[in-house]
C-alpha cells in the first residue's frame, strides 16, 4: 500500500493487542510470530506511526529484559535476539525509536558486560573492516561458537559498524538516543538509590560511552557530523555525581582525541600532495573542534573532572602536541584560562601542559601568530601568585621561548609570509619585542622567587641569540626593555628601603644610620631587590652594552641609551647600598677593562663612566648612603682601570680629576671622632691613595700635568680651615671661628704632612708657580681659631717652612717685577 493509505494506517493498531498480550503473560512467541512482528515494526517505520513504534518497541524491551526490578536478568533471549536483529535493519531510520532500543542494551550490559565489545581490535584498512564485518555476521546469523550470549555480543559490535552507512541525520539521532540514555541512568540512581546500586550505574554507562566510542571511530571520515554529539555526551557524563562515571568520561575524551588524531593524520598523509591544502582545511577544523572539547569540560563543576581533564590534556599534548596544527591557540586559550583564574590546585596540573608545548621538538611546529599567545599564557601563569613553585617554572619557560624566537627568526618570517612569500620580518620583530617585555615585566615581579629565576632567562636568552640584533634591534631592546628593567627593580628596592625606614620608630635604638643598616642587610626582602638589581645590572653588561651599544655609543640614539645606563649606574651607587654599589662597579670595571685591553671602548664612554661615578658617590656621600668601606673598596675598584686605560692612550687629566676627588670623599666620609689622636684607617689609606695617584702624574704631557698637581695640592688644602679660592690671602688672617666644623689634630697633621712630601716631589715648575699659594693657604689656616684651640698648628707651620724652603727659592724663574719678594713677605706677616 501507498505510505497515506487509509486502509493500512487504520489496520496497523489493531495489530500490535495481540503481540502485547503474549508479550504480557510471558509466552514464547514462535518463529512465525517473531516474523509477523518484525514486518509490524517495518510497517510502522515505513508508514510512520512513530509513536506506536517506539511504544512497541518499549514493551518488546521489557519483555527481552524488565527495566524493573533493577538489574533484572535476561528473560527472553529470542527477544534479545530479535531486537539486535530489529535495530540493524531499521537503524537507517529509526529516529526517536533508538532511545528504547538503548535503554534494553543497556540493561542487557549489565548481564553481557557489552562494554568489553569496543575493547577489540579494530580494523584499519578496507579489507580487514569487510572481512571483520562478515565474520559478525556469520555469528550474529548463529554461525559461530559460542553460542547465543556470543551472537548478541557480535550484533551488538555489528551495529555500530554498520553506523557507517547511516545518514548524518540518522548519525545524529542515534548520539541524541545515548546521551538520554545516560540521562535515565542517572534519573534511575536519584530515584531509587537503594534499588539501584552504584556499580549498575557505571557499568551502563561505560556501555554507552564505549557505544559512543566505536561509532565515532568507524566514523571518523565524517567527524564534523558526530563531533557535537559525542563531545556533548562525554560532558554529561563528566556531570555525573559518581566520581568513577566522571573519571570515565574525561579518560574517554582523551581516547577519543587520541583515534581523531591519528586518523587524521594517516588520513592526510595517504593523500595525494595536490589533495593535501584541499582536504587538510576540514582536518585541522576536526582537531580543533576536538580540542575544543577540554575546554567544554573542564567547565565542569567537580574539581575532580578539572583535574582529569589536565591530566588528559596532558598525556594528549605528549603523544600529539605535534600535530596540533591550528589547535594550539585553543589549547593555549584553556591554560591561559586556567592561569587567570588562579586556582591552586589546577596550576601545578595545568602548567606541564605549557611546559610540553615549549620542549625543542614541539615548539618549532607552533604557529607563528600563535607564539604571542604561547608568551602571553606563559606570563599569565608566571604573574599568578596562587602557587610560586609554578611562577618560578613559568619564568624559566619564557627563556626558553625568547631564545627559541631569537635563533628561528628567519623560519618564523618564512611562517608569516608562506610558502615562497617574502617579508615577515617585522612581525617577527614585533613578536621579540613583545616577548623581551613580558619577560623584562617578570624580571621586575615583587616576589624575589620569579625574579630570580626571571633574570637569567632573559639575559641568558639575549646573550645567546643577540648577535641575531642589528644596531636598530639592539639599541630598541636596550631602550625599551633593559634600562625600564634597571629602573622598575631600583624603584622596587627604593619601594622596600622606604617602608624599612618608616617602620622604625624615631626612639628604637636601630633607628640610626648602622642600626639601620644592620636591620637592611637582615631583611629579606631588601636583600632579594638588591640581589636582582646587582644581576640585572651585571646582565646588561655581558649580554649586550660591552658588546653593542658601548660602540654605538657614538650615534644619536647609541648615545641616549648609554646615558640612560649611566642614570641606572648612578642610582645604584646612590640608593642601592653597600653590596650593589660594590658590585656594580665591580661588573662595570670588568666590563670597561675588557674594552680597554681590546681597545674597543669609545672616549666618550671612558670618560662618562667617570663622571657618573663621581657625581653619584659625591651625593651618596653627603646623604651618608654608603660606608667608608665600601667607598674604600669601590675607590680601589674604580682606580684599578687606570693601568689598562694608560696603556690605550685614555688616561685624560679630566679622569684623572675624578680619581682625585674620589680618593678625597673618603678623606671626608671617614671622619674621626672628636678629640682622637690621628686619622682614621680609611683616611689613611685615602691619602697614601692620593701620594700614588701623585707618582703617575709624570706619565702626562707637561701642560696637563701642571693642571692635575694644582688640582691635587688644592684638593688636600680644601681639608684644612679657610677658603682655599679667596683672595686676598691676608683677609683671611683673622677669621671668625667657623661653626658646626670640626677639624681634628691628628687628621689636620697628616694632611700637612701629605702637602709638604707632595709637593717636594712635584716638578720644579709647579713648585714655582703654586709655592705662593699653598703657602698662603696654609698660613690662613694657621691662624684659624679652630687649629689654636685644637692644638693642631704645629705640623701646619712645619708645612709652611718645608713648602716655602722648597718653592720660593724658584720663584725667580717666573720673572717679573717684585715676583720673588712678594712671598717672602706674605710667609714674614703671616708668621
Given at each position: 500500500p501507498e505510505p497515506n493509505s487509509t486502509v493500512s494506517l487504520r489496520l496497523l493498531p489493531m495489530l500490535w493487542p495481540p503481540f502485547k498480550t503474549a508479550l504480557d503473560a510471558d509466552i514464547p512467541l514462535p518463529t512465525e510470530a517473531l516474523?509477523?512482528?518484525?514486518?509490524?515494526?517495518?510497517?510502522?517505520?515505513y508508514l510512520k506511526q512513530v509513536r506506536l513504534r517506539d511504544a512497541s518497541l518499549s514493551d518488546i524491551a521489557n519483555a527481552a529484559v524488565p527495566s524493573a526490578p533493577p538489574n533484572a536478568p535476561i528473560r527472553s533471549l529470542p527477544l534479545c535476539r530479535f531486537l539486535i536483529q530489529t535495530s540493524l535493519r531499521l537503524s537507517p531510520s529509526l529516529g526517536s525509536g533508538w532511545v528504547p532500543l538503548l535503554l534494553f542494551l543497556q540493561r542487557l550490559s549489565l548481564s553481557l558486560d557489552l562494554a568489553s565489545v569496543s575493547q577489540q581490535a579494530r580494523p584499519s584498512d578496507k579489507k580487514a573492516y569487510a572481512d571483520w564485518t562478515q565474520s559478525l555476521r556469520?555469528?550474529?546469523?548463529?554461525?559461530?561458537?559460542?553460542?547465543?550470549?556470543?551472537?548478541?555480543r557480535c550484533g551488538v559490535a555489528l551495529l555500530w559498524s554498520e553506523t557507517k552507512s547511516m545518514s548524518d541525520g540518522a548519525l545524529c539521532d542515534l548520539l541524541e538516543?545515548?546521551?538520554?540514555?545516560?540521562?535515565?541512568?542517572?534519573?534511575?540512581?536519584?530515584?531509587?538509590?537503594?534499588?539501584?546500586?552504584?556499580?549498575?550505574?557505571?557499568?551502563?554507562?561505560?556501555?554507552?560511552?564505549?557505544?559512543?566510542?566505536?561509532?565515532?571511530?568507524?566514523?571518523?571520515?565524517?567527524?564534523?557530523?558526530?563531533?557535537?554529539?559525542?563531545?556533548?555526551?562525554?560532558?554529561l557524563v563528566a556531570e555525573?555525581?559518581?566520581?568513577?562515571?566522571?573519571?570515565?568520561?574525561?579518560?574517554?575524551?582523551?581516547?577519543?582525541?587520541?583515534?581523531?588524531?591519528?586518523?587524521?593524520?594517516?588520513?592526510?598523509?595517504?593523500?595525494?600532495?595536490?589533495?593535501?591544502?584541499?582536504?587538510?582545511?576540514?582536518?585541522?577544523?576536526?582537531?580543533?573542534?576536538?580540542?575544543?572539547?577540554?575546554?567544554?569540560?573542564?567547565?565542569?563543576?567537580?574539581?575532580?573532572?578539572?583535574?582529569?581533564v589536565l591530566q588528559s590534556l596532558k598525556a594528549t599534548l605528549k603523544a600529539l602536541a605535534a600535530e596540533l596544527d591550528d589547535g594550539y591557540p585553543i589549547v593555549l586559550e584553556l591554560l591561559k584560562r586556567i592561569a587567570d583564574e588562579g586556582d591552586a590546585?589546577?596550576?601545578?596540573?595545568?602548567?606541564?601542559?605549557?611546559?610540553?608545548?615549549?620542549?625543542?621538538?614541539?615548539?618549532?611546529?607552533?604557529?607563528?601568530?600563535?607564539?604571542?599567545?604561547?608568551?602571553?599564557?606563559?606570563?599569565?601563569?608566571?604573574?599568578?601568585?596562587?602557587?610560586?613553585?609554578?611562577?618560578?617554572?613559568?619564568?624559566?619557560?619564557?627563556?626558553?621561548?625568547?631564545?627559541?624566537?631569537?635563533?628561528?627568526?628567519?623560519?618564523?618570517a618564512h611562517d608569516f609570509s608562506g610558502e615562497g612569500g617574502e617579508g615577515g620580518e617585522e612581525e617577527v620583530e614585533g613578536i621579540w619585542v613583545s616577548l623581551l617585555e613580558t619577560i623584562g615585566s617578570l624580571a621586575t615581579e615583587k616576589r624575589h622567587q620569579v625574579r630570580e629565576t626571571a633574570i637569567p632567562s632573559l639575559f641568558g636568552a639575549l646573550e645567546r641569540g643577540g648577535e641575531t640584533f642589528g644596531d636598530a634591534g639592539i639599541l630598541h631592546t636596550a631602550r625599551d626593555v633593559l634600562l625600564p628593567v634597571l629602573q622598575r627593580l631600583q624603584t622596587g628596592l627604593a619601594s622596600e628601603l622606604s617602608l624599612l625606614l618608616q617602620s622604625l620608630a624615631p626612639t628604637s635604638p636601630s633607628h640610626g644610620t648602622r642600626g639601620?643598616?644592620?636591620?637592611?642587610?637582615?631583611?629579606?626582602?631588601?636583600?632579594?631587590?638588591?640581589?636582582?638589581?646587582?644581576?640585572?645590572?651585571?646582565?646588561?653588561?655581558?649580554?649586550?652594552?660591552?658588546?653593542?651599544?658601548?660602540?654605538?655609543?657614538?650615534?644619536?640614539?647609541?648615545?641616549?641609551?648609554?646615558?640612560?645606563?649611566?642614570?641606572?649606574?648612578?642610582?645604584?651607587?646612590?640608593?642601592?647600598?653597600?653590596?650593589?654599589?660594590?658590585?656594580?662597579?665591580?661588573?662595570?670595571?670588568?666590563?670597561?677593562?675588557?674594552?680597554?685591553?681590546?681597545?674597543?671602548?669609545?672616549?666618550?664612554?671612558?670618560?662618562?663612566?667617570?663622571?657618573?661615578?663621581?657625581?653619584?658617590?659625591?651625593?651618596?656621600?653627603?646623604?651618608?648612603?654608603?660606608?667608608?668601606?665600601?667607598?674604600?673598596?669601590?675607590?680601589?675598584?674604580?682606580?684599578?682601570?687606570?693601568?689598562?686605560?694608560?696603556?690605550?692612550?685614555?688616561?685624560?687629566?679630566?679622569?684623572?680629576?675624578?680619581?682625585?676627588?674620589?680618593?678625597?670623599?673618603?678623606?671626608?666620609?671617614?671622619?674621626?671622632?672628636?678629640?682622637?689622636?690621628?686619622?682614621?684607617?680609611?683616611?689613611?689609606?685615602?691619602?697614601?691613595?692620593l701620594r700614588s695617584?701623585?707618582?703617575?702624574?709624570?706619565?702626562?704631557?707637561?701642560?696637563?700635568?701642571?693642571?692635575?698637581?694644582?688640582?691635587?695640592?688644592?684638593?688636600?688644602?680644601?681639608?684644612?680651615?679657610?677658603?682655599?679660592?679667596?683672595?686676598?690671602?691676608?683677609?683671611?688672617?683673622?677669621?671668625?671661628?667657623?661653626?658646626?666644623?670640626?677639624?681634628?689634630?691628628?687628621?689636620?697633621?697628616?694632611?700637612?704632612?701629605?702637602?709638604?712630601?707632595?709637593?717636594?716631589?712635584?716638578?720644579?715648575?709647579?713648585r714655582a708657580k703654586e709655592a705662593e699659594g699653598v703657602v698662603g693657604v696654609l698660613l690662613v689656616a694657621l691662624c684659624s681659631p679652630q687649629l689654636r684651640e685644637g692644638g693642631a698648628w704645629g705640623p701646619v707651620a712645619e708645612a709652611v717652612v718645608k713648602v716655602a724652603c722648597s718653592g720660593f727659592p724658584l720663584i725667580r724663574q717666573l720673572g717679573g717685577g717684585d715676583s720673588e719678594a712678594r712671598p717672602w713677605n706674605m710667609l714674614t706677616m703671616g708668621l
Open positions: 516474523r509477523a512482528l518484525g514486518v509490524f515494526l517495518d510497517a510502522s517505520t556469520r555469528k550474529v546469523a548463529g554461525g559461530g561458537e559460542g553460542g547465543e550470549l556470543e551472537e548478541l538516543g545515548m546521551s538520554f540514555a545516560t540521562k535515565e541512568s542517572f534519573r534511575a540512581e536519584l530515584e531509587g538509590s537503594e534499588h539501584h546500586p552504584l556499580d549498575d550505574t557505571v557499568k551502563s554507562v561505560s556501555f554507552l560511552v564505549a557505544s559512543t566510542l566505536d561509532i565515532a571511530h568507524f566514523n571518523m571520515h565524517r567527524s564534523s557530523v558526530w563531533l557535537e554529539g559525542v563531545v556533548k555526551h562525554l560532558r555525573s555525581s559518581n566520581t568513577e562515571v566522571r573519571d570515565l568520561g574525561v579518560k574517554s575524551l582523551s581516547g577519543l582525541v587520541s583515534d581523531s588524531f591519528a586518523e587524521a593524520h594517516h588520513g592526510l598523509i595517504a593523500l595525494k600532495p595536490s589533495d593535501r591544502e584541499v582536504k587538510g582545511a576540514p582536518l585541522r577544523e576536526t582537531k580543533r573542534r576536538l580540542l575544543s572539547a577540554y575546554g567544554l569540560m573542564y567547565d565542569s563543576d567537580f574539581k575532580d573532572a578539572k583535574l582529569g590546585d589546577m596550576l601545578p596540573h595545568a602548567f606541564p601542559c605549557l611546559d610540553q608545548l615549549c620542549e625543542q621538538d614541539v615548539i618549532r611546529k607552533v604557529p607563528a601568530h600563535a607564539l604571542t599567545l604561547l608568551s602571553g599564557c606563559c606570563t599569565n601563569f608566571a604573574k599568578q601568585e596562587s602557587d610560586p613553585t609554578v611562577s618560578q617554572k613559568a619564568a624559566q619557560t619564557m627563556g626558553v621561548i625568547i631564545e627559541y624566537v631569537l635563533l628561528n627568526k628567519k623560519a618564523i639601620g643598616r644592620r636591620l637592611e642587610a637582615t631583611n629579606p626582602q631588601i636583600e632579594g631587590w638588591r640581589a636582582s638589581l646587582t644581576e640585572a645590572f651585571r646582565g646588561c653588561l655581558k649580554a649586550l652594552f660591552t658588546v653593542r651599544v658601548l660602540g654605538l655609543s657614538g650615534q644619536r640614539e647609541g648615545e641616549e641609551v648609554f646615558r640612560g645606563f649611566l642614570g641606572a649606574f648612578s642610582n645604584c651607587l646612590l640608593g642601592g647600598g653597600d653590596k650593589v654599589a660594590l658590585s656594580v662597579t665591580l661588573s662595570m670595571k670588568d666590563a670597561v677593562c675588557e674594552r680597554l685591553v681590546e681597545k674597543k671602548l669609545p672616549s666618550s664612554v671612558w670618560t662618562g663612566m667617570w663622571e657618573a661615578t663621581d657625581a653619584a658617590v659625591a651625593e651618596a656621600c653627603t646623604r651618608r648612603t654608603i660606608s667608608p668601606q665600601a667607598l674604600w673598596d669601590l675607590v680601589k675598584t674604580v682606580s684599578s682601570t687606570m693601568p689598562p686605560a694608560r696603556k690605550a692612550g685614555l688616561l685624560q687629566p679630566t679622569i684623572v680629576v675624578c680619581l682625585i676627588r674620589l680618593v678625597d670623599r673618603l678623606v671626608t666620609a671617614g671622619s674621626p671622632e672628636h678629640g682622637a689622636s690621628g686619622p682614621t684607617k680609611f683616611q689613611t689609606a685615602a691619602l697614601n691613595e695617584i701623585a707618582g703617575s702624574f709624570g706619565s702626562i704631557s707637561e701642560g696637563d700635568e701642571e693642571c692635575l698637581w694644582q688640582a691635587y695640592l688644592y684638593v688636600l688644602l680644601s681639608h684644612l680651615p679657610g677658603d682655599v679660592t679667596h683672595h686676598p690671602w691676608s683677609c683671611q688672617l683673622d677669621p671668625p671661628l667657623q661653626e658646626g666644623r670640626v677639624f681634628h689634630r691628628g687628621l689636620v697633621r697628616a694632611i700637612s704632612e701629605a702637602v709638604s712630601s707632595s709637593f717636594s716631589q712635584a716638578p720644579e715648575g709647579v
